[in-house]
C-alpha cells in the first residue's frame, strides 16, 4: 500500500541576517486567538551577545518595527516562493511563432481584460499613452 507523499514542515536552519524577508508569528496574539497574529517582515538587524536570539524587524504592511523578535518565531522565506507566479506563467507562443519568456508571459497575464484599442495593458485611471 503505497503512503501519499508528505512534505515536512521547514524549520529554521539558521539566524536570519539583514535584508532578509521572513514570517513573523506573534506567539501570545496566536495562542489568544488574536488575529494578525503572523506578519510578513525584513530583518533590521540581530542583536547579537546583548540579546542572543532576537532580531529587529520591519512589518512590510504597516512599517511598524519589532525590536526584539524571537527568532524561534521566524521562518525565511524562499526566493523560489517570491517567482513562483512567474517560474510558472504559461509561456505561450508570440505571434510570430517565438517562445515568450517567463517574465514577459508573467506580464501578459497581468494584463487587464479592457480593450484599449491598442496592445499595451490601460494605464491607472484608465488613460492610454
Not at 18 to 45: A, F, P, Q, W
Request: net charge negative.
Amino acid at each position: 500500500m503505497n503512503q501519499p507523499s508528505v512534505q515536512p514542515a521547514r524549520t529554521k536552519t539558521s539566524t536570519p541576517v539583514t535584508g532578509d524577508y521572513v514570517l513573523y508569528r506573534d506567539i501570545d496574539r496566536y495562542l489568544k486567538g488574536e488575529s494578525d497574529h503572523t506578519l510578513i517582515c525584513r530583518v533590521l538587524g540581530d542583536w547579537g551577545l546583548y540579546a542572543p536570539g532576537k532580531v529587529k524587524l520591519l512589518v512590510l504592511a504597516s512599517g511598524a518595527v519589532i525590536e526584539k523578535a524571537p527568532v524561534l518565531y521566524t521562518r525565511p522565506f524562499d526566493p523560489a516562493e517570491f517567482m513562483h507566479d512567474i517560474d510558472t506563467a504559461p509561456l505561450t507562443a508570440l505571434d510570430d511563432g517565438r517562445i515568450m519568456t517567463a517574465a514577459g508571459a508573467w506580464i501578459a497575464a497581468q494584463r487587464t481584460t479592457t480593450v484599449t484599442g491598442t496592445d499595451t495593458p490601460a494605464l491607472p485611471g484608465g488613460e492610454q499613452d
